[in-house]
């Protein structure tokens, strides 16, 4: 299950340090980055059921206004 | 076994001529028992698998050659298993270039590298190359040794008409059109599939943004013989590049272009030879033996069976090429399509037999498509975010080992396990290993009639297999009206000359069957005549042999 109730000793400093991390970094940098870090943690957690409920709630009412570079094929 | 002879045909040239069948002369159409349409990989791979089990089969093409250009060079351990069983796989591997390693790069360092066979006993590597129009000759050589194989060039299918008990075919030669039926009709036709448009059928999916460059060059040259993948090499950056070694000093080399290069203006021999200098070096001499620009999909036919009609290979499917997935997965439909075509052809399994040929079929392409759908996601990254984790995961591989299992430059064909096919006698008994049933089985070295072989070899002949580990054989042996079944001892090394005349019997050479499959004495496998796993037993007991045989023919 994912813990969604406070878990960190001390929020403020990892908040400071997130943001600290990308600190003067350019948009594609910090984009890289997060995807670094997305990794590590996920690697580290492991539990593929907690990952996807992390996902999900990531992705709460979020609707795409975007696009992908994917075409539909029909033969 | 092949004589030096057809080693020398240069396959690439080779004409196939054209011949007026007496059906031409017909005064009404002649019907034949199954017709297969496609004399690629997969329909060659289909009418010689048929015709080893005593079906006639007319196999029918709209070409006199052999596939010309670049297209498959990878055929896998199962496929090179099926060619055993067809009698041409012996060939393909002297010909062919083996291969187990792969590596990949990341700008110019090694990031990772996977054994596709890292144990021993195995017959056959997990990979050789070859080129397709070797693959084609072979398969062909093979059925025009088989006179139940009547092959013919220059037909072209163009028009059909499905009816209640079979097809109706119209067809054109130079010499003008004629018609055929068939009981039962194969469309290997390949990926436009005429058959499947003339019938209003589709094959959808999506396309990859993307266009790569396929060379094929002749060169002298100091790689491996290992699968070389370059992401954002010095020599080509920002994009990936693949390297692969055919006969004949021929490399494939694959140069990831974009979505935005112009596929004609990529192929000419003044934009293509820099390229290929960059990766080789200023002093390298080459030459330049075919090029393409491909942009690549993944789609499929909702259904591969549409009452007497059967579709088989690319016609049903289609891949991007990351993975080797589409002449493999190709002719592992033609596999699980003949045994299961030629029971009912004989009037002994019931028709329905053939939707467990879709129902598997179409969940081993799902699998073919979704490995390669991952491929090619990481190769060519849809949006933003999906390049940043390409990009991540490939900095992370250096030095974290999670990382580098997450660099998918290709996950490379392997058989499906028709997990829950409707053939297969779900366990009553605990097992370990991945033997279960739907599995393809396993290769270990044996010891037969006191020669050295395979275990593969052994159960080739085209029906079931009973298999029964221990030193008794059992008695009262079990079998339904018209399906071959043959038994099969298997006893450890050196006890076959204990064994009285009756039952074949084979010695488990270095104790390796047992233990791929999990076996003590009493165990007892059924396996299909395509080699995959019926079901299995802790202990010998006929009712459920019987009942297993029964379900895995479509009667039970
Ligand atoms: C660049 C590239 C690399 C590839 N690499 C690999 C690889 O490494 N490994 C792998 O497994 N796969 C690979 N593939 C895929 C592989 O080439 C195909 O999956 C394979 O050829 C499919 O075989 P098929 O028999 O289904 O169809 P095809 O080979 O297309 O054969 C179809 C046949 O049907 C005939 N035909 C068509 N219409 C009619 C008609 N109306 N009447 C009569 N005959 C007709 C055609 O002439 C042809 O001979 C690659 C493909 C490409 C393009």
């Not at chain 2, 942009?295 to 009452?307: A, P």
């Not at chain 2, 339904?480 to 006893?491: A, M, N, S, Y």
Request: charged share 25%; net charge negative.
């Amino acid at each position: 299950m994912l813990n969604t109730d406070l878990n960190l000793a001390a929020p403020d400093d990892v908040y400071e340090a997130l943001i600290e991390l990308h600190r003067d970094l350019a948009p594609e940098q910090s984009r890289l980055v997060n995807a670094k870090l997305i990794l590590l943690l996920a690697n580290h957690i492991g539990d593929a059921a907690v990952l996807r409920q992390a996902m999900a709630k990531a992705r709460e009412g979020i609707s795409p206004a975007g696009q992908d570079a994917t075409l539909r094929a029909t033969a | 076994m092949d004589g030096s002879m057809a080693e020398r045909v240069d396959y690439q040239a080779l004409v196939l001529p054209y011949a007026r069948s007496p059906d031409q002369d017909a005064q009404r159409p002649v019907r034949h028992p199954v017709i297969i349409v496609g004399a690629g990989p997969v329909g060659l791979a289909a009418a010689i698998d048929l015709a080893q089990q005593g079906i006639r089969v007319v196999l029918l093409d709209d070409d006199d050659r052999l596939s010309t250009g670049s297209r498959a060079i990878c055929f896998a351990k199962r496929t090179l298993e099926i060619f055993d069983r067809l009698g041409c796989g012996e060939r393909m591997v002297g010909q062919g270039i083996t291969w187990n390693l792969g590596k990949v790069f990341f700008r110019e360092e090694p990031v990772y590298s996977f054994n596709l066979l890292p144990e021993a006993g195995h017959r056959r590597p997990a990979f050789i190359n070859l080129q397709q129009y070797y693959v084609e000759g072979f398969l062909l050589d093979r059925a025009q040794a088989l006179p139940l194989i009547d092959i013919r060039w220059k037909n072209q299918v163009t028009a059909l008409e499905p009816q209640a008990d079979g097809v109706l075919l119209q067809v054109a030669t130079p010499e003008g059109e004629y018609r055929l039926e068939a009981d039962w009709l194969v469309a290997a036709d390949g990926s436009r599939s005429p058959i499947r448009r003339a019938m209003g059928l589709e094959s959808k999916g999506q396309t990859f943004r993307d266009r790569f460059l396929i060379a094929d060059v002749r060169m002298d040259a100091p790689f491996p013989a290992e699968r070389w993948f370059w992401f954002d090499p010095p020599f080509h950056p920002n994009r990936s590049v693949l390297l692969h070694q055919q006969p004949d000093g021929i490399w494939r080399i694959d140069f990831q272009l974009g979505w935005d290069a112009d596929p004609v203006a990529e192929r000419q021999p003044e934009r293509v030879i820099p390229r290929v200098q960059a990766l080789l070096g200023p002093e390298a001499r080459f030459e330049l033996e075919w090029v393409s620009v491909y942009t690549f999909s993944c789609l499929r036919m909702e259904r591969f069976r549409h009452g007497r009609v059967l579709f088989a290979g690319d016609s049903a499917h289609g891949v991007s090429p990351f993975g080797a997935r589409g002449a493999n997965g190709g002719v592992q439909d033609a596999e699980n399509l003949a045994w299961k075509l030629a029971l009912v052809v004989q009037g002994q399994a019931p028709e329905s037999l053939l939707d467990s040929y879709d129902a598997e079929r179409v969940r081993a392409a799902d699998e073919n498509i979704l490995n390669s759908t991952r491929s090619t996601d990481f190769i060519t990254p849809k949006n933003e975010a999906s390049r940043a984790f390409r990009d991540a995961t490939l900095e992370l591989a250096r030095d974290c080992g999670f990382a580098r299992r997450l660099v998918n430059s290709g996950r490379l064909s392997l058989p499906c396990t028709y997990r829950d096919s409707a053939l297969n006698t779900p366990d009553t008994d605990a097992f370990d290993g991945p033997m279960q049933p739907g599995a393809p089985a396993a290769d270990a070295p044996v010891r037969a009639g006191g020669e050295e072989g395979w275990f593969l070899s052994q159960i080739a002949h085209g029906g079931f297999t009973l298999l029964c580990f221990g030193e008794e054989p059992p008695d009262n042996f079990p079998g339904i009206r018209g399906v071959p079944l043959r038994p099969l001892l298997v006893v450890p090394a050196g006890a076959a000359q204990r064994q009285a005349a009756g039952l074949p019997v084979i010695e488990d050479a270095a104790g390796l069957l047992a233990r791929r499959y999990d076996a003590g004495p009493g165990a007892t496998y059924l396996l299909r005549p395509d080699q995959h796993v019926a079901a299995r037993w802790r202990r010998f007991e006929p009712v459920l042999v019987t009942a297993a045989l029964a379900r895995a023919t479509g009667q039970g």
